[in-house]
């Protein structure tokens, strides 16, 4: 039984409360699995894909241990922005990056400057990546020459590519 106070706290309450609020969901946390390969494009250069993929999704934590393959991603929020995040990293582990407003932009390379680009213990490539803003890899494509693959920012990408032709004019390969 109620007493007449409760009561009236209750009512009170009640017209308090605005037409179609509602409780807050519930605070989850939820793991799955990717590739420990992948775990660095989720991460992204200087830990701006997981930035994004935290901002995006309105995720409240995100942590990935990568100790054995496969690598356990662990994210703690609503529902929603679970559902959100997953996706999010699913998408991006498997190549995916527009989820989260990056491109993907490709060039080949001569067989011949793939170590000079990559340079003394990846020296230039990774001023190359920290001057642009965009990660990148050179991968070889079947039997073809070897891409530069160049993934980020739009921005990023664009820079990227400029300061990779710079270079390789540097090394005397014409653009």
Known sequence: LKTQRQQAVVA??????????APPERILTS???????????????KGRNIKAIKQRSLIQKIAILDKS????VTVTGTETAIDMCKYMVL???S????????????M???????????????????????????YLE?????????????????????????LIIQFLATQGLPP
């Open 108 to 134: 080949e390379i001569d067989q011949r400057f793939v170590s000079k680009f990559i340079g003394p213990k990846g020296q230039v490539i990774s001023q190359i990546k920290d001057a642009s803003g965009a």
């Open 31 to 45: 793991s799955f699995e990717i590739q420990a390969s992948r775990v660095k494009d989720v991460l992204g250069v």
């Open 138 to 162: 050179v991968r070889e494509v079947g039997v073809g020459q070897p891409r530069i693959i160049m993934t980020g920012p739009p921005d990023s990408v664009a820079r990227a590519r400029e």
């Open 12 to 21: 009170a309450a009640m017209d308090v409360v605005p037409p179609g609020w």
């Open 95 to 106: 190549g995916d990056q527009s989820v989260i407003g990056n491109v993907v932009d490709t």
């Open 91 to 93: 998408s991006i582990a």
């Open 69 to 72: 393959d496969p690598a356990t």
